[in-house]
């Protein structure tokens, strides 16, 4: 008998002792230390900290990526042909859409030209480069400017003596312009601030057309 009630009343004693352990029972200022759910918030924060940053950094990349769908294609073509005159050219131009209001590229192209005359006969070939740029202030206004650095060679044949006087050198140009936006085509009123004396350009203002696909 007193066997049973001996382990009776260890069984009773451990059987209270569980009842009474839990966890986070000891009452302690939110400020300290060994407040468990501080600890797990600070934990949180600067485990989140690097990804923010992470995303940042990513949402950065993205936006300066190169977009080929911004690619816009053109070309300058000129076909002038008669008897005594035969005017050709041709030049490829690519531009990137930057945003609705710019649009840059470069191009480069070739232009031969002949003429003939009872007193001589005159042909020329030039080869450029260019950078171009397209303002849009408004969507059907544009602003143009074309810097380019043509090498331009001649060859003047007079009818009378058959001999020929030949020609040779880099030609720059600055063309600036105004004008309108009609969809992918251009409108423009230039103008050759350069104005060298073997210009392609005409002297003054002249109309100019363009478009980009």
């Known amino acids: 008998m007193k066997r049973l009630l001996s382990l009776f009343f260890l069984l009773s004693t451990l059987s209270a002792g569980a009842q009474t352990i839990t966890y986070d029972t000891i009452r302690v200022s939110p400020d300290d230390e060994r407040n468990i759910h501080l600890n797990r918030s600070k934990n949180v924060e600067v485990s989140s900290e690097p990804l923010r940053r992470e995303n940042i950094h990513t949402a950065g990349r993205q936006s300066a990526t190169f977009d080929k769908s911004k690619l816009r294609f053109g070309a300058n073509l000129g076909l002038s042909i008669s008897r005594n005159y035969t005017n050709l050219g041709f030049g490829p131009q690519i531009g990137y859409q930057v945003n609705n209001y710019f649009m840059a590229g470069a191009g480069i192209k070739y232009y031969y030209m002949k003429a003939r005359t009872y007193e001589y006969e ?23 400017v074309q810097p380019e650095l043509n090498y331009i060679w001649s060859k003047f044949t007079p009818r009378t003596t058959k001999d020929s006087i030949t020609d040779r050198g880099l030609v720059p140009s600055l063309v600036v312009g105004a004008g309108f936006r009609l969809g992918i085509s251009h409108i423009t009123l230039n103008y050759d601030l350069v104005q060298h004396a073997d210009s392609p350009h005409p002297e003054g203002f002249y109309l100019g057309v363009s478009a980009f696909f």
Do not use: A, E, M, S
């Open 122 to 144: 005159i042909k020329n070939n030039l080869l450029g480069t260019n950078l171009f740029g397209y303002f849009y202030p408004v969507n059907f206004i544009t602003l143009f």
